[in-house]
């Protein structure tokens, strides 16, 4: 389970890369943050890397190594953001290899969940956003998945 430290770092990488994309910041939500954590605890339990069947928006991210492996907040959404190398502004939509930094910062998401958990060799770390994003209707990432300002 995230300390303080962990939750404050999270949700404030978040709301930075949101704001160079003209999207309002995420706000906590503790059942999003339930089931989060319990993900990140079935990930840890069974050592596997992988999205829960939740209808929210999730991101994943694992981290290993020598213990104690250190994980920070910012660890995974800076992970989940340099995706944003791969996506084409000009060419909006789904695209291979940018779930995670569209999600990160898709302006319709209000609310935020996160769960992280460790084991000392291994960290898991789940967000879930709702409402989700990464819709493929036409015109939804042109809305949602802004240039930066």
């Known amino acids: 389970m995230a300390d303080e430290e962990f939750q404050q770092e999270f949700l404030n990488a978040h709301n930075a890369y949101r704001a160079l994309h003209g999207a309002p910041p995420l706000t906590y939500n503790k059942e999003l943050c339930d089931e989060a954590q319990k993900w990140a605890d079935t990930c840890l339990r069974t050592h596997t890397l992988g999205h829960s069947d939740t209808e929210e928006g999730e991101n994943v991210f694992y981290k290993s190594g020598s213990p104690p492996v250190k994980v920070t907040g910012k660890d995974a959404v800076d992970a989940w ?69």
Do not use: C
């Open 81 to 149: 953001y340099s995706e944003i190398k791969d996506y084409n502004f000009k060419k909006p939509g789904s695209q291979s290899g940018t779930g995670h930094f569209t999600q990160v910062v898709w302006k319709e998401s209000k609310e935020l969940g996160l769960g992280m958990a460790t084991d000392g060799r291994m960290a898991f770390v789940v967000g879930q956003y709702r409402p989700p994003g990464n819709f493929t209707n036409p015109g939804q990432f042109e809305a949602n998945v802004l240039p930066k300002e």
